[in-house]
């Protein structure tokens, strides 16, 4: 612990890479009590960390890796915040030699889970320990309290555990850090996570085209009606924000800041790794998928406004109708389409856990998501009670008090669709999001037919229905089909 001299010479945890969320990472740890020591590939960040601060703070700096690892209490702990990929091995294999056996490593970027798994593995080799630790919360999150999502080595886990519940965001329910399961699981709950931070994104951006073009407000009443979202059932830290950014005006134009915003999307990887993981795992996630194809053709500037001026259509993007109502409409539409998109990353995460033996807590990451994250939301406290309910939920939809959330803004949901696809407005995420609760909750989808064409070309054999028992039969489609074309009288 922290003691009162000026400047400590040894130090509780180190923090390697001094970036904005590294930078303030330490200054939380150091918030706490905790001796930070610090190291980053250029040495001037550690010199500015430490001269912008109190002169109280209990900082060291370390100007090589091999001080770095000298000043750490043993057994060490070492949080690394660099870029994800090529950098963590480097880093690592640098590191590898100047530890010792129970020394502890996390880290804290947003790397792939199978890079996390690979990496636990290395490390394993000389025994020190690792932690593939997902952080949510962009830079604030870091300073004040992030959601942490912490998975590998248990007892490395109990070593970190009193500076990350220190660190954490606080919640009622507590400080939003739990050890989420061997290897990669955090890394991978982080994926999820972010895989639902861009279903989500993608749905409010779809609600605030259908206000502003469909309906016709101004930002400025498009953020007033986030804003009272923000007060009922969708109150979440993405719909607050968006409120906020749409009531910011471009010091520079006096035009609303958004509307000076080029409309392409970025990303950075970990939204198509849920979809790529989805797609290992065979779990759906239409939301989440549609989310990222509409990043990908937002960023077809280009090629879009060309084709605007090929495909005109004769659909105009100014509904008619109540606008109070229409704007209700979106706002249930919305509601029940988040709900789905968590329901998809829960189902994820659930099928990744079985794969992986990870034995990951569903409520648990409810309850780590309830605060300091990106995704943080209301909707979380139902979510929790249902895997409290039910640990084993396969899919949220199932359960008794959570299947309100979507009932409740099913109707709303397709009216809201059917009225924004007659006036040509893209809701790829809303209609992917109603495709997939259509289809979860239908006894009977037309796949029969799929199979029996998968047959015909390809003998890939089916199930009867009148004979269970019998198992995957094939049958002579050329002699049937010829039968059939001569009325049966071959
Ligand atoms: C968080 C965010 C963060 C993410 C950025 C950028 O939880 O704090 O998920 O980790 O990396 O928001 O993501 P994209 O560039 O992919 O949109």
């Known amino acids: 612990m922290a003691s009162q001299s000026a400047v400590p010479s040894r130090a509780d945890i180190g923090v390697i890479g001094l970036g904005v969320m590294g930078s303030n990472l330490a200054l939380n740890i150091e918030d706490h ?3 930070v020591a610090l190291w980053n590939l250029t040495h001037a960040s550690v010199t500015r960390l430490i001269e912008d601060s109190d002169a109280n703070r209990q900082f060291v700096g370390t100007r090589t890796l091999e001080e770095f690892a000298a000043v750490l209490d043993r057994p060490r702990r070492i949080l690394l915040m660099i870029k994800a990929g090529a950098p963590v091995n480097e880093m690592l294999e ?36 690792f932690i593939g630790m997902g952080v949510s919360g962009g830079e604030e999150g870091a300073r004040n309290g992030p959601s942490l999502m912490p998975g590998g080595d248990r007892t490395a886990y109990n070593h970190l555990r009193p500076i990350l519940e220190s660190i954490a965001a606080k919640t009622d329910s507590g400080p939003c850090v739990t050890y989420v399961g061997p290897d990669g699981a955090g890394h991978f709950v982080k994926t999820v996570h972010n895989g639902i931070e861009y279903g989500v994104m993608q749905l409010i951006a779809e609600a605030y085209d259908l206000l502003r073009r469909g309906l016709g407000l101004s930002a400025a009443q498009t953020s007033a009606i986030f804003a ?64 990222i194809d509409a990043r990908v053709l937002s960023s077809m500037k280009a090629e879009r406004v ?13 509904m008619a109708g109540d606008t109070d109502e229409l704007a209700r409409s979106i706002r249930d539409a919305l509601g029940a389409a988040i709900a789905c998109t968590y329901a998809q990353g829960f189902a994820l995460l659930r099928a990744a856990s079985a794969e992986y033996d ?60 059917g009225t924004a696809v007659e ?7 809303l209609s992917a999001t109603l495709g997939y609760f259509d289809s979860y909750r239908s006894a009977v989808l037309p796949q ?31 002699g049937l089909i010829a039968s059939a074309a001569t009325g049966g009288k071959s």
């Open 358 to 417: 990870w034995d990951v807590d569903m409520r648990e990451i409810a309850r780590i998501w309830k605060g300091g994250c990106i995704i943080r939301a209301r909707l979380l406290d139902p979510i929790i009670q249902a895997f409290g309910r039910a640990p084993d939920l396969a899919n949220l939809l199932l359960d008794a008090d959570f299947r309100p959330e979507v009932l409740a803004g099913e109707a709303a949901l397709r009216l809201t669709i």
């Open 94 to 129: 640098k590191l590898a030699p100047l530890l010792a056996p129970d020394d502890v490593i996390v880290d804290g970027g947003n790397s792939l889970f199978t890079d996390t798994q690979r990496r636990e593995v290395f490390l394993r080799a000389s025994g020190v320990r």
């Open 448 to 478: 029969n037919l799929t199979q029996a064409q998968r047959d015909l070309f390809g003998a890939h054999t089916y199930q009867r229905i009148d004979r269970p028992d019998a198992g995957f039969v094939h049958t002579d489609w050329p």
């Open 306 to 318: 060309h084709a605007s001026q090929l495909l005109v259509s004769d659909a105009t993007a100014r």
């Open 33 to 35: 009590g905790f001796r």
């Open 228 to 291: 009272n979202w923000n007060g009922g059932p969708l109150a979440s830290y993405l719909i607050e924000i968006a409120a906020q950014v749409l009531s910011v005006r471009d010091p520079e134009t006096g035009n609303p800041l958004v509307e000076m915003i080029l409309d392409q999307a970025g990303q950075k990887g970990t939204g198509k790794w849920t979809a790529q993981a989805a797609l290992d795992l065979g779990v759906p996630v239409p939301t989440i998928a549609a989310a």
């Open 423 to 429: 006036h040509g407005i893209p809701v790829p995420g």
